[in-house]
């Protein structure tokens, strides 16, 4: 199968793929609600959706005319209440979902790849994530790309403690 076309969202040119990008968020993230894990992603509306979407650079992943995908990278969260993310240099990214038929196909690691190199280009020293510390699958697929848990956080929207993983970027840099 062909890689998707990954574009970044665009408010006015990407209206009408809200809503079915909120629905393939909350079926991207069941598989967690059924372990009793209350991502913001599992019920979220679509106004939250699109809240979230331009609070940050989000891309958008299309398999022909399909919603295969989404995530949205963020630059220093000066005002997070998550300490780690008010640190100077660290860039996060979330609202990150393949859709379930078009998993195990590398749209994630394509993904994936688009955020840390854009990071990486925008200056950050690293790139940090949120996940719950009871998705161990998740957990490990982060391990696998070069993350690791630093810290953990407890948001007001979910109903689990969540890990903080980050991957040091200047590394991944070639020197001259």
């Avoid at 598989?31 to 106004?47: D, E, F, I």
């Avoid at 379930?100 to 394509?110: S, T, V």
Wanted: aromatic share 10%; with cysteine; net charge neutral.
């Amino acid at each position: 199968m062909a890689n998707p076309s990954i574009v970044r969202f665009d408010p006015v040119l990407h209206a009408a793929c809200v809503e079915p990008l909120t629905a393939m968020l909350h079926e991207a993230y069941a598989p967690l609600a059924v372990k009793g894990m209350r991502y913001l992603a599992t019920h979220q509306p679509p106004s939250k959706t699109l809240e979230r979407l331009c609070e940050g650079e989000s891309y958008l992943a299309f398999a022909a005319d399909e919603i295969a995908g989404t995530v949205t990278m963020y630059r220093e969260k000066t005002l997070s209440s998550c300490e780690y993310y008010r640190r100077a240099g660290v860039f996060s990214f979330g609202q990150f979902a393949v859709g379930r038929k078009f998993q195990g196909r590398g749209y994630g690691a394509l993904m994936m790849d688009l955020v840390e190199r854009r990071a990486r280009e925008l200056g950050a020293r690293e790139l940090a994530l949120d996940t719950s510390e009871h998705a161990a699958d998740l957990i490990a697929t982060y391990e696998r790309r070069g993350y690791q848990i630093v810290s953990h956080t407890q948001w007001e929207v979910t109903n689990y403690r969540s890990v903080i993983m980050s991957r040091l970027l200047q590394s991944d840099v070639p020197t001259s």
